[in-house]
């Protein structure tokens, strides 16, 4: 690991060429996944024969709502960053920045296969005009007594801006599948490691710009982004959102699931962090008006595009 970081840290540089303004942001796919039996990964439910019945036509148009949505953050003139998570594989990611909508950003892929048994994967969108890509790496947390499985990795990407060094990383923590409490010790270690990463780049070089986005299972409030913010410098753009805000909606209510967090080392104003309420991306009529247009509510197929919102954060440079 100290190899590792003294290796990272050898690409701090910084310019002084003027930008205006740095918008990344994080999204949930919502299992974005391929027709193609992936060896050694369980992706049963998405195949032709499987309890989805996921088909090429069902994959296609997944790719094009995505795309759509994507299309349309930050007032649809796109991200330098865009982290996301569950998604199968690094062609699928590839498939989707083909799609025609997203073509004109000309963004790139940033992928590393995980240990994820289902194939739920964290990577990285980013426009190469904005940020160059110097380095990805993925860390993964420790195995959990609980489990038996490996949990999915951080992913950092350093990248170069006009501003400087970028060191982003992509979080898709431990669900509450089991409950909340019981499960929560695997989000904390998972939280561990965010707050080791993120607090040895900052003691390495306090100008080191970083942030940590995704999907993290826990509100701000919770006792792992707690620790994270006590044990770094990392400032939660979410956490001064009013109670009736939020990503993703269970039973009646919105929860904050989904963050973007970020050090001082930035030159900015104050930043403006967003969930991405696309009309479209919300149920237009009906009992469930308002809620998220998901692909799949339970085994029921609706062809919509994720029960997660996307969040976006504006830096503005002085």
Not at 96 to 118: A, E, M, N, T
Request: proline fraction near 5%; charge should be positive.
């Amino acid at each position: 690991m100290k190899i590792l970081f003294t290796f990272l840290l050898s690409f701090l540089f910084f310019s002084t060429h003027a930008q205006k303004n740095f918008s990344v942001g994080h999204y949930n796919l919502e299992n974005l996944f391929d027709t193609i039996d992936q060896p050694n990964v369980k992706d049963e439910e998405f195949l032709p024969n499987g309890k989805n019945q996921w088909n090429s036509e069902r994959y296609h148009k997944k790719l094009n709502r995505m795309a759509q949505a994507i299309a349309a953050l930050n007032g649809g003139k796109g991200l330098a960053i865009l982290g996301v998570c569950e998604v199968e594989n690094e062609q699928v990611l590839k498939d989707l920045v083909k799609q025609k909508s997203l073509k004109k950003f000309g963004y790139h892929v940033g992928h590393i296969d995980s240990k994820d048994p289902r194939g739920i994967d964290v990577a990285f969108l980013y426009q190469p005009k904005l940020v160059k890509l110097e380095g990805l790496y993925t860390f993964q947390p420790d195995r959990f007594a609980d489990s038996p499985f490996l949990s999915r990795p951080i992913i950092m990407m350093v990248g170069k801006t006009k501003k400087g060094n970028v060191y982003a990383m992509e979080n898709h923590w431990p669900s509450r599948s089991g409950g909340t409490e019981q499960s929560a010790p695997r989000r904390m270690a998972t939280a561990k490691l965010l707050a080791f990463l993120a607090d040895s780049l900052e003691r390495a070089n306090p100008s080191a710009q970083i942030i940590a986005m995704g999907d993290f299972n826990d509100e701000p409030s919770d006792v792992s982004m707690q620790l994270v913010k006590k044990s770094t410098h990392l400032i939660n753009a979410m956490e001064a959102w009013p109670k009736e805000e939020g990503t993703h909606f269970y039973q009646k209510e919105w929860s904050k699931l989904d963050q973007i967090l970020y050090n001082q080392a930035w030159t900015f104003e104050t930043p403006v962090a967003k969930a991405e309420k696309l009309p479209f991306l919300l149920e237009q009529e009906g009992k469930y008006k308002g809620n998220p247009f998901r692909t799949y509510v339970g085994p029921k197929y609706l062809g919509g595009y994720s029960d997660h919102m996307p969040v976006t954060l504006q830096f503005i440079f002085k």
